[in-house]
C-alpha cells in the first residue's frame, strides 16, 4: 500500500477496459454504502456514471418523507411497550425498507461510534430520540453531533454520567469523548481527562431531560489539551474538535467502514480524506463523498476486503431480493450473532472485521438464513421466490444461482460450487419454489457470501 | 400451470365418462326382478341413514342431512353483500388463487352439469356422513336420490384423488359384485346413489355388506346413538318457527328461504374414542393447572365419566349455534361441588352484569374456598404444591388469616365478572396503548366483618405496588377514599390513581399503567375489586341488595346457567379501532408489509369483527344432562 499513489488513489473513478463501470461494480458500491439493491436498482444505475450513481446516494428521494413518516410512527407504535428489542425490529425494518440507505447506514455507523446499549440504558424511549439524533446528523455536521451527543441522557446513563457533581468529576464520558469519539489513543493524557472531566461537571439527566446543574458546576479554570480557559462542557467538545488529529481519527475509521478491514492504510495515505473532511469544518457528507467516488473505492483494493457484518449481510439480502419478511426475527436473530441494534458489546461499539466470524456466529449466520426462508411470512417482491424470479425472467436453478451471485457476491463462484448446488436444488426435485429456497439458503450460507 | 392440469384431468374424466356409457351398458341393465330388489334396500337404507352403515363399534360420528339448505342460507345471507363489497374481497376476486378455484369450479360445474350449490345439495340429499373407528380407520359416505349424478361424482374423484405409485388410473377390484376402486390410500366405492370413500378395507367391506344388506346390528340401532340423536333433536320452538317462516313465504309466493339448517350432527362414544388416544391428557383425574380446573373442571370430570358426546352445529341467518351435551348423575359430582353445587342447592351463576359499551362479561357458579381447600383431591401433586407455597403467602398478607377458610371462605359463591371499553378521550395523560376496564363483583357471606380486612389489604397492596415501582422508575400511585349512592345505599370506595411525572402530565402516548386506577368498592354485600374507579363506581351504583337479585338460591332452578360468558362484537371492534395504530405496528414488524399494507389488513380484521354481533356460551347441568351451547350472531 506504501506504493499507492494517495493523489490517485482518492481521485474520482473513472472507468477504463482494465476496470469498467459495470454490474459489479455498481453492486459493490451499493453493497457498501447502500445496504444492497435489487436489480432494477443496480440497473438503473448502470444507466448513470458512477459519480451520478454515488451523488443520488446523498439525495433524500420523493418518497423519503413519507418514509419517514411511515417509519417514525412505526417507532413511536412499539415504544408504548418501552421493549428496546421491539424498537430494534423497528429499525430493521427502516434499514431494510428505507429510500435513503446511505443515511440510515452512516446511523448504524454513528451508533457503532457512539455505542449506547438498551442493555444498561433500559428505556426504549431515550434510545429512540439518540437514534433520531444520529439519523439527523448522519451526513451532517460533525460538530453539532458531538455536541449533542454530549448531552444525550442515554449516553451519558449508559457512560455512569447522569449525576457530574464538581466535588467528584466523573471522567468516563471525559475520555470516551478524547479515546473513542473524536482523538483516538495516544493524542491526550491522563491529565488532560481529569481537566476535561471538571468542564462537564453539573452536567446531569432529571426526568429523562439533560440539564446543567449550577451548582454542581466547577467554573473554575481548566487546562485542556494545553489549552487554558474557564471552559464548561460545550467549550470543552469545541476544543477537543479542533485538534488535528479529529479528522484523521475518523477517516480511518470510514475507510475500515466502507473499503477495507485490512490491512491497516498509513496517516499520509488517509491524509486527502481527512483534509477534506476539515476544510470543509468537519461537514461529514463531503468527505464520504470523496471516498466513495474514489479510484480506490472501485479498485480491486476495495472490492470483496471486508467481512459483512451480520446487519449488511441480512439486510442485503432482504434489499437485493425485495425481501420482506418478520422484523422481529431478524431483530433477535441478529442479537443472536453478534450485532443486535441498540445492544452493542460495550463503549468501544462493535470490532468488526474478523471478529465477526467465528464457528459458532458462522452457523447463526446459516441458521437466521434458514428461519426466514422458512418462515411463511417471508416474500420476494410480493409472492413467491419462484413468482418473484419468473417475473424477472429466470426460471429454472441455473438461472437462479446465476442470478443470486450477480446480486449476493462479491466474489464470482467456481462451477464446482456451482455444480453443488445445482445439485442440491435438483435433489429436493418436486417442489420448484422449496429448491430454489434451498439453492438461496446455500449461497447466503457460503464463506463468498460473508465478504463484500 | 393449475389450469393446465385441470384441463388434462377434465380430459381424462371425459374420457371416462364416455367408456363407462359406451362400454358397460349391459352391467347397468338389471332386470326387473333385481332392481324391486334393490329399491328394496335403498328404503331400507333410507330409512335408517347414513348411520345405518357404520358398524356399532364406530368411535365418533358425525353427518349433514341438510347440507343445501346450509348452503342456501349461506348465498341468501343479507351479509353476502356487504362482504363482497369489501375491498379485501374484491382484491381476492383479482387475485390468482382465486383464478384458479374459479376455474376448478367451473370445471366441477360442467362435468355435474349443474351449479356447485344445486351439485352439493343433489349429492347430499339423503346425507353425508363420516365414522372413525377405534383402529382409525375412516369412511365417508355420501348418499343421493340422482345416482347419475353420483355416478359422474364419482367419475370426478377418481381422475383427480391420487393414484397408487406409478398408476395413472385407479385399480378396479370387486367385492360382492361391487366394483371396488383402489387409490394411493383410499378405497372408494358406489353403490347405485351411495358413495362410500373409506382409509381400510376391513371398514370398507363393512359398510360395503350393510350398503347391500342392511341389519340391525348397525350404528343406528345403538342405544348410546339414538340417546345422541334424541338429545340432539332441534327445541320444538325452533322447529316451529322455521316451519311458520316457511309456510309464510308460501302463502306470500315467496321464495321459502330457509331459517334454519342442521349443518352437523355428531355422536362420540367416549370409551371408544379413549383408545384413539383423544384427550385422555385433558381428561386425567387430577389437573395440573389451577386455571383449567377452575374453568373447566367439572365438565371434564363429567366427560370422565359419561359414555358419550353429543355435538350439533346448526345455522340460521342470525346465527351460528353449537351444542355439546352428555349424560350427567349427581352421583358423579363428588368431589367437585365446589362447581356443581350441594347436593341441596343449584349451582347457579349470577346474571350477567349489564352495561353500556360492555365488551364481555362472566358469571359463574364457584366455591372457591371449598375448591381451595379440596386442591389435594382435585389437583396434580405438582399443582398443589404451588398452591401451598401462595397459600403461605397469602395468609400471611392476610395478617395470618386462613386464605381458603376465611378469606376464600367469606365469600359466596357466585362470581361476576364484567370487561368495558374505556373512554380515554377526556383523561390526560392518555395511555398510548389502551386497555379495556374490567372488574370481578363477590357478594360477601358477612360484610361487617370482611370489608375491613380486605381494605386493609387492598391498602397494603398499593403501598406494595409503589415499592416496586419506585425501584423500577415506575409511575407512583395515589390513594383515596369516596363515597357514593348506589342502589343499595350509600358505597364506599378505596381508589388509587398513577400520578404523572411533570413531562407526562398532557402526554398522548404515556405508558400502558395509566390504563390502571385500581379500585376497591363496597356496596352492602357486594365487594366490586375494578381496573378503574369509573368502572367501580358504576358497578357499585347499580350494585342491588342480594335479595332482590336473580341469583338468590331460593328463586334458581337447577337448570340454570352454571357458567355465563358474553362477548359484545361491537365493543371488541372499538377496541381495536382505538389501538389500530399499535395493531398496524405489529402487523408491520411481524410480516415487514408497508403500513399502507398492513392498515388494509387491520381494516379487514375490523371489518370482520364488524359483521358480527355476540358472541355467548352457557353451561347447564340438571340432573341428568350437561349442555354447553355456544352462539356466534352474525348481523342482520
Known amino acids: 500500500m506504501r506504493a499507492v499513489d494517495a493523489q490517485w488513489a482518492w481521485s474520482p473513478y473513472v472507468p477504463s477496459a482494465g476496470a469498467p463501470w459495470d454490474r459489479r461494480r455498481a453492486a459493490h458500491l451499493y453493497r457498501r454504502a447502500g445496504l444492497g439493491a435489487d436489480a432494477p436498482t443496480l440497473d438503473a444505475a448502470l444507466r448513470m456514471t458512477p459519480a451520478e450513481v454515488v451523488d443520488s446516494l446523498f439525495r433524500a428521494g420523493p418518497d423519503a418523507d413519507r418514509f419517514d413518516r411511515s417509519a417514525a410512527a412505526l417507532a413511536n407504535a412499539t415504544l408504548a411497550f418501552n421493549d428496546p428489542k421491539r424498537l430494534s425490529a423497528a429499525w430493521v425494518y427502516r434499514l431494510a425498507f428505507t429510500p435513503e440507505p446511505l443515511r440510515e447506514n452512516m446511523t448504524l455507523f454513528w451508533h457503532g461510534h457512539f455505542a449506547t446499549s438498551a442493555d444498561k440504558v433500559d428505556d426504549a424511549k431515550l434510545m429512540w430520540r439518540q437514534n433520531e439524533l444520529l439519523r439527523r446528523h448522519a451526513l451532517g455536521d460533525f460538530k453539532e453531533l458531538a455536541q449533542r451527543i454530549a448531552q444525550d441522557p442515554a449516553m451519558l446513563i449508559y457512560l455512569d454520567s447522569a449525576i457530574n457533581r464538581k466535588a467528584h468529576p466523573n471522567e468516563n464520558f471525559a475520555r470516551e469523548l478524547m479515546e473513542l469519539f473524536c482523538l483516538g489513543e495516544g493524542h491526550y493524557s491522563e491529565g488532560d481527562v481529569l481537566e476535561l472531566a471538571r468542564c462537564f461537571t453539573g452536567w446531569e439527566i432529571k426526568n429523562d431531560r439533560f440539564r446543567k446543574n449550577r451548582y454542581q458546576q466547577d467554573t473554575g479554570e481548566k487546562c485542556v489539551l494545553g489549552v487554558r ?224 | 400451470m393449475l389450469a393446465q392440469v385441470f384441463r ?48 356399532r363399534s364406530i368411535a365418533a360420528f358425525a353427518k349433514c342431512d341438510d347440507l343445501g339448505n346450509a348452503v342456501q342460507i349461506v348465498l341468501n345471507h343479507p351479509l353476502r353483500n356487504r362482504i363482497e363489497a369489501l375491498p379485501a374481497y374484491q382484491a381476492a376476486t383479482a387475485s390468482a388463487g382465486y383464478a384458479n378455484a374459479k376455474l376448478a369450479i367451473a370445471g366441477f360445474e360442467n362435468t355435474m352439469q349443474m351449479s356447485l350449490p344445486e351439485a352439493l345439495d343433489r349429492l347430499s340429499d339423503r346425507g353425508i356422513g363420516i365414522g372413525v373407528e377405534p383402529s382409525g380407520g375412516v369412511g365417508l359416505v355420501m348418499q343421493s336420490s340422482d345416482v347419475a349424478a353420483m355416478e359422474k361424482f364419482r367419475n370426478l374423484l377418481l381422475a383427480f384423488l391420487p393414484k397408487k405409485d406409478g398408476d395413472i388410473s385407479a385399480e378396479q377390484k370387486t367385492y360382492r359384485g361391487v366394483p371396488v376402486y383402489l387409490l394411493k390410500d383410499l378405497i372408494l366405492v358406489q353403490v347405485d346413489g351411495t358413495l362410500l370413500i373409506c382409509n381400510q378395507r376391513d371398514l370398507g367391506k363393512v359398510i360395503i355388506d350393510r350398503m347391500l344388506e342392511p341389519d340391525d346390528n348397525s350404528l343406528a340401532q345403538a342405544p348410546n346413538y339414538l340417546a345422541s340423536c334424541a338429545e340432539l333433536a332441534p327445541a320444538e320452538s325452533q322447529a316451529a318457527e322455521s316451519l311458520a317462516a316457511e309456510s309464510q313465504a308460501a302463502a306470500d309466493d315467496r321464495p321459502v328461504t330457509p331459517q334454519n339448517a342442521r349443518l352437523i350432527s355428531a355422536y362420540v362414544d367416549l370409551q371408544a374414542a379413549g383408545k384413539l388416544g383423544w384427550a385422555n391428557d385433558a381428561l386425567k383425574e387430577k389437573q395440573d393447572d389451577f386455571g383449567a380446573e377452575v374453568i373447566f373442571g367439572g365438565v371434564l370430570s363429567n366427560l370422565r365419566q359419561t359414555s358419550r358426546l353429543s355435538l350439533s352445529l346448526d345455522l340460521s341467518p342470525s346465527d351460528i349455534r353449537l351444542r355439546l351435551a352428555s349424560p350427567h348423575q349427581r352421583d358423579w359430582e363428588p368431589p367437585r361441588e365446589y362447581y356443581f353445587g350441594e347436593a341441596s342447592a343449584a349451582a347457579v351463576a349470577p346474571p350477567l352484569i349489564e352495561l353500556n359499551d360492555r365488551l364481555f362479561a362472566l358469571s359463574t357458579h364457584r366455591d372457591l374456598s371449598q375448591l381451595w381447600l379440596r386442591s389435594g383431591d382435585l389437583l396434580s401433586d405438582a399443582a398443589v404444591d404451588g398452591l401451598a407455597k401462595a397459600d403461605s403467602q397469602l395468609s400471611t398478607f392476610f395478617s395470618g388469616k386462613d386464605f381458603g377458610e376465611d378469606i376464600l371462605g ?227
Not at chain 2, 338389471?30 to 337404507?45: Q, W, Y
Not at chain 2, 350494585?543 to 338468590?552: E, F, I, L, V, W
Request: glycine residues 8%; contains cysteine; negative net charge.
Open chain 2, 410 to 636: 367469606s365469600l359466596n359463591s357466585g362470581i361476576q365478572i364484567v370487561g368495558r371499553v374505556a373512554d380515554p378521550s377526556e383523561q390526560l395523560p392518555r395511555p398510548a396503548i389502551q386497555l379495556p376496564e374490567f372488574a370481578m363483583q363477590f357478594r360477601l357471606k358477612d360484610p361487617a366483618e370482611t370489608q375491613r380486612e380486605f381494605r386493609r389489604v387492598f391498602q397494603s397492596f398499593i403501598g406494595f405496588l409503589n415499592v416496586v415501582g419506585a425501584m423500577n422508575g415506575n409511575p407512583q400511585m395515589d390513594l383515596g377514599m369516596e363515597t357514593v349512592k348506589g342502589s343499595s345505599g350509600v358505597a364506599q370506595l378505596v381508589t388509587s390513581s398513577f400520578v404523572a411525572g411533570e413531562d407526562e402530565r398532557e402526554s398522548t402516548a404515556a405508558p400502558i399503567q395509566f390504563n390502571f386506577s385500581p379500585t376497591l368498592g363496597f356496596a352492602g354485600d357486594v365487594m366490586v375489586l375494578s381496573s378503574t374507579t369509573d368502572l367501580a363506581k358504576d358497578l357499585v351504583a347499580m350494585t342491588h341488595p342480594s335479595a332482590s337479585q336473580k341469583n338468590d338460591l331460593g328463586a334458581s332452578q337447577r337448570n340454570d346457567p352454571n357458567t355465563v360468558l358474553g362477548i359484545n362484537a361491537s365493543a371488541s371492534q372499538t377496541i381495536l379501532k382505538a389501538n389500530q395504530d399499535q395493531l398496524i405496528a405489529s402487523n408491520m414488524l411481524s410480516k415487514g408489509q408497508t403500513r399502507d399494507e398492513a392498515a388494509a389488513e387491520i381494516g379487514l380484521l375490523l371489518e370482520g369483527v364488524g359483521l358480527l354481533k355476540d358472541f355467548r356460551v352457557d353451561l347447564r347441568f340438571d340432573d341428568q344432562r350437561m349442555v354447553l351451547s355456544a352462539d356466534l350472531g352474525v348481523q342482520p
Open chain 1, 229 to 452: 480557559g474557564k471552559w464548561d462542557g460545550e467549550d470543552a467538545v469545541d476544543v477537543v474538535l479542533q485538534q488535528p488529529s479529529v479528522e484523521l481519527f475518523l477517516a480511518r475509521k470510514w475507510y475500515r467502514y466502507f473499503i477495507a478491514d485490512e490491512p491497516a492504510p498509513s496517516d499520509e495515505f488517509l491524509q486527502p480524506i481527512a483534509q477534506t473532511f476539515r476544510e470543509h469544518d468537519l461537514e461529514t457528507a463531503p468527505a464520504i463523498g470523496q471516498l466513495l467516488r474514489s479510484s480506490w473505492f472501485f479498485s480491486e483494493h476495495a472490492i470483496a476486503r471486508k467481512i459483512k457484518s451480520p446487519v449488511n449481510l441480512v439486510i442485503g439480502m432482504l434489499r437485493s431480493l425485495s425481501c420482506t419478511t418478520n422484523m422481529d426475527q431478524v431483530a433477535t436473530s441478529l442479537i443472536d450473532i453478534g450485532q443486535g441494534l441498540f445492544y452493542p458489546p460495550n463503549v468501544k461499539g462493535w470490532e468488526g472485521g474478523r471478529d465477526w466470524i467465528n464457528s459458532s456466529t458462522l452457523l447463526g449466520r446459516s441458521n437466521l438464513f434458514a428461519k426466514i426462508l422458512d418462515d411463511k411470512t417471508t416474500r420476494f417482491g410480493g409472492t413467491t421466490l419462484a413468482g418473484y424470479l419468473a417475473s424477472l425472467d429466470k426460471h429454472d436453478a441455473q438461472a437462479a444461482i446465476d442470478f443470486f451471485e450477480s446480486l449476493l457476491l462479491a466474489v464470482p463462484l467456481d462451477g464446482e460450487t456451482k455444480r453443488d448446488l445445482l445439485q442440491a436444488a435438483e435433489q429436493i426435485g418436486g417442489d420448484f419454489e422449496r429448491s430454489l429456497r434451498a439453492v438461496l439458503h446455500g449461497i447466503v450460507s457460503l464463506p463468498q457470501c460473508q465478504i463484500a
Open chain 2, 8 to 55: 388434462t384431468r377434465l380430459a381424462i374424466v371425459a374420457c371416462i365418462v364416455a367408456a363407462t356409457s359406451i362400454g358397460l351398458p349391459a352391467d347397468l341393465v338389471a332386470n326387473d326382478r333385481e332392481a324391486a330388489d334393490r329399491e328394496a334396500t335403498d328404503r331400507e337404507i333410507a330409512e335408517a341413514g347414513i348411520a345405518g352403515l357404520f358398524p
